[in-house]
């Protein structure tokens, strides 16, 4: 009776098991007519079904979705089913409706379906796993896959003279923007978005770092890129957003990151290696197509440039007080590395505090033993308190105003003169150093030349022969990987422009700087110089300070009694 009773639940088990009728739709195949639609599968499948017997049957479908694309969420749910024993067959109108992958198709209709006991029907192929191996089916499955790789170079080839001829290739508008309604391929500002974006660029600008610009508009209540464009109708199937207010710090540094609000369009960002990995990969700046004033900007390239450069730079701050208004700024002389912010706490006598006291010293000098700063063995302190270094900053920023404002064409001169110095000198050395790569390459053609003959004259042994030409060989090809970073960096700089005119519109927007803060100083400053101070212990402390300005380069040497 034990035997029978587990015989008889083996057979409900398989009386249960169900029969899918698998549909499949793709946008390409939405053009080509009623016979491809989803309601002519079903009609197709289900009457099959009937015709032969099948119950306990439940038709499935993935709209919109490609034959190469095997994430599919009703083909994924049917073949774990499958795998999980309770499916015994799956029927589809014909196989390019299951997959279009010549490998993929054949894994399942030949190793796993098999393993699964599953049984695979396609009805206008007229084949039947059931009925053996067919020798048709591998070819059904190569040209389905021809197909997809067919439609897939076709796609490619329209998008690559839609991005060349500077259309815009994503579907949906950046945060901040909108399609104009009068074009659906220009964008126009939204400016209840915009003025979110341009409220990041600002509070960034101002010392702000994304984790707490997140936290602040999420602790506002502010709907976030996904929840307004869903709220606004923005998308037309925008992702269902389970926290509308919760801002990650990944999407304010996205915003940071977006070149689209200087009112530029930008093209191959992305790239997939082939149609069947449709994986979306970086696409390396020098491989993206640029095209300005595309739409209105939202974001100045004033403030575009100020937070870039402050991106640069990680700004973590001290355990006590703020970030440094020259972190990432300050630099050391000698090691070449950036100066460290770090701050103390002063005490009354009475022991109560008193402030805060910031400075700065050589990063290299921090992280050594006092072993090696005892003996000298690495780099020194460079230390510098931050109000010495802010008030030499603010004066020479002052001081320089108020001189362009009254001898603005001087300071023109000065500069332009300057520039056209150092340009020259640059392109003198990078002309010899090609000059010289060159003449030693021609040299080494004549040695090599010159060996082979010996060679062949019998005045150097074969063995011989192969070792000095795999020396003068390898020498060359060194030597002509090195040509074109030469030509490269020498066309830069003969391209390169006097960014007076830069440095000039900068100056013009500021009538008085009466305090310092990050946004002036990484708008002006390329980096500061901090030199080691002269009788550091002693009263009469002298410390040389070089500001290396943006656009303009070095200005005298300062000095700041610290």
């Given amino acids: 009776m034990f035997v029978v009773g587990k015989e008889l639940k083996v057979i409900r088990q398989q009386a249960v098991k169900k029969v899918y009728l698998y549909g499949r739709l793709s946008n390409e195949d939405a053009n080509k007519g009623e016979s491809y639609s989803i309601e002519s599968q079903r009609k197709i499948l289900t009457k099959h079904a ?86 048709f089916t591998p ?41 104009d309604p009068a074009n659906k391929k220009n964008w126009i500002i939204d400016e209840e978005s915009a003025e979110v974006v341009r409220r990041i660029f600002q509070m960034f600008a101002s010392g702000i770092n994304p984790a707490q610009i997140s936290a602040k508009l999420t602790e506002e209540r502010i709907l976030c890129p996904s929840a307004y464009k869903e709220v606004n109708g923005i998308n037309k199937a925008p992702q269902q957003c389970k926290e509308p207010c919760h801002w990650h710090t990944t999407t304010i540094h996205k915003i940071l990151d977006t070149r689209e609000y200087l009112g530029h369009t930008i093209n191959f960002k992305t790239y997939s290696k082939s149609f069947k990995d449709n994986r979306s990969r970086k696409n390396p ?27 640069k730079h990680k700004r973590r701050a001290p355990r006590y007080g703020n970030v440094g208004l020259f972190t990432g700024v300050a630099y050391c002389p000698d090691c070449g590395e950036k100066l460290y912010y770090h ?41 510098i308190q931050e109000k010495s270094l802010e008030q030499l900053v603010i004066e020479e920023l002052r001081e320089l105003l108020n001189f ?103 100056v013009r927007k500021y009538t008085e700087v009466e305090e310092l803060t990050l946004a002036i100083v990484h708008e002006f400053i390329d980096r500061i110089i901090v030199h080691d101070p002269e009788n550091a212990r002693g009263k009469n402390r002298v410390q040389r300070v070089e500001i290396v300005y943006n656009n303009i380069g070095v200005v005298p040497c300062l000095e700041v009694g610290a």
């Fill in 285 to 311: 700046i020098e491989n993206q197509m640029v095209f300005e004033n595309t739409h209105p900007a939202i974001i100045d390239v004033d403030l575009w440039e100020v937070v870039q450069k402050m991106r």
């Fill in 404 to 506: 362009v404002k009254a001898y603005e064409d001087e300071f023109v001169q000065l500069v332009v003169g300057k520039s056209a110095a150092l340009k020259s000198n640059s392109l003198s050395a990078k002309k010899q150093s090609i000059k010289k790569i060159a003449d030693r390459i021609n040299e080494l053609d004549g040695i090599i030349e010159r060996l082979y003959g010996d060679n062949v004259s019998g005045k150097i042994t074969d063995e011989r022969f192969m070792k000095m030409s795999a020396k003068f060989e390898k020498e060359q090809a060194e030597l002509n990987k090195k040509i074109p970073a030469l030509h490269k960096e020498f066309s830069e700089i003969e391209n390169e422009n006097a960014n007076i005119d830069r440095f000039m519109q900068i």
């Fill in 343 to 383: 701050t103390r706490e002063l005490w009354n006598k009475d022991k109560t505090k008193s402030r805060l006291d910031g400075s700065y010293s050589c990063s290299t000098y921090r992280k050594q033993t006092q072993y090696q700063r005892l003996n000298n063995q690495g780099c020194t302190a460079h230390y």
């Fill in 50 to 135: 009937e015709e032969n017997g099948f119950e306990n049957f439940e038709f499935v479908f993935d709209d919109g979705y490609s034959g190469g694309d095997w994430e599919r969420p009703a083909f994924c749910k049917m073949i774990e089913d499958a795998e999980a024993g309770i499916v015994s067959t799956i029927i589809v109108k014909d196989l390019s409706r299951f997959g279009r992958g010549y490998l993929k198709v054949g894994f399942y209709q030949e190793i796993l379906f098999p393993q699964l006991d599953v049984r695979l029907i396609s009805v206008q192929e007229n084949l039947d796993s059931q009925d053996g191996e067919n020798d």
């Fill in 139 to 179: 070819m059904i499955n190569f040209f389905n896959e021809y197909y997809l790789k067919s439609t897939s170079r076709k796609i490619r080839a329209v998008q690559q003279a839609k991005g060349k001829a500077g259309e815009k290739l994503t579907v949906y508008p950046k945060y901040g923007y909108r399609k």
